[in-house]
């Protein structure tokens, strides 16, 4: 086996590695695909039937989860670590 296999087997895949490393649960997954879609803490309340302030909540714990400082950087952090589904999946 080799020695990226043994690293694999202990650690899971990179996907799984990165996702992981995170700690977003799968509601702030939501919340933060729909942050990447340009969303407001309104709109994302309305469309996951939640209050403003617990989407407010959930933005807060993703931006300190993901170490950055607005909704643009966490939006560019998902995008380019590719933590979101694709949308055709």
């Not at 895949?13 to 942050?35: D, H, K, Q, Y």
């Amino acid at each position: 086996m080799p020695a990226g296999g043994i690293a694999e087997a202990f650690v899971g895949p990179p996907a799984a590695r990165t996702e992981a490393a995170f700690g977003l649960s799968n509601r702030e997954r939501e919340v933060l695909g729909l942050i990447v879609q340009g969303r407001t803490n309104r709109e994302i309340g309305e469309r996951l039937f939640i209050s403003q302030k617990t989407v407010g909540v959930h933005v807060g714990n993703i931006l300190s989860k993901l170490g950055v400082s607005g909704r643009v950087e966490a939006a560019m952090v998902a995008v380019r670590l590719e933590l979101l589904p694709s949308r055709g999946a």
